[in-house]
């Protein structure tokens, strides 16, 4: 493995205990913040359609993905600092995308993938009628989600130790939470345009 030697000086100190504190508070509150304002909706007009945030949130994991490739060149090509600032800007949509996630789920509410008339019940007919694509949703729904819930301590464990210097056990974790962030981020592209057909 070959680590990165004096690329840049840590910008920050470490301290495991408080840094692992942090992490898991910050990553339990957002996630029961998702879980708790996705199942509400705000019965009030935004003056636009609400459905606008979804197509925000595809463009972000769209931008995401990019970045992250774009991350990964850079560090093959030992372009350290330049990795570093790609990472956080894809920390930054990361954050504008949570925040532009639960404004949809706040204002539009949930939308079921095959419901046609938009009653928010499925009948037979229309079970049909998405035939074999409404498994297919469901099953890169189903990824998708759990893996997102869990990115984010990962995410941070990963930036605090390249943030600190640690880079062999930056790398380490990076090998885990790379393609988990990738696959999340394209498949909630992949998820939006097909469940877009069925928004009002």
Request: hydrophobic residues 55%.
């Amino acid at each position: 493995m070959i680590v990165p030697q004096q690329t840049f000086l840590p910008f920050l100190k470490s301290n495991d205990s408080r840094a692992k504190r942090f992490i898991w508070i910050v990553s339990i509150i957002v996630f029961a913040a998702v879980a708790l304002l996705s199942r509400l909706k705000l019965q009030v007009n935004p003056g636009f359609n609400p459905h606008l945030f979804a197509t925000l949130n595809a463009f972000i994991n769209s931008g995401v993905a990019i970045l992250l490739l774009s991350a990964l060149v850079a560090v093959k090509a030992k372009k350290y600092f330049l990795h570093r600032n790609i990472m956080i800007a894809a920390i930054i949509l990361s954050i504008c995308f949570l925040i532009s996630y639960i404004c949809h789920h706040l204002f539009a509410g949930e939308t079921k993938f095959g419901d046609i008339n938009h009653d928010g019940i499925l009948s037979d007919q229309e079970k049909q009628l998405a035939g074999s694509a409404r498994i297919i949703y469901y099953f890169i729904l189903g990824t998708h989600i759990p893996l997102a819930g869990i990115i984010l301590p990962f995410i941070l464990f990963t930036a605090y130790r390249g943030a600190t210097g640690e880079y062999a056990s930056h790398i380490k974790l990076a090998r885990i939470t790379w393609p988990i962030w990738m696959y999340v981020a394209v498949t909630g592209v992949v998820v939006y345009w097909m469940i877009k057909p069925y928004y009002i």
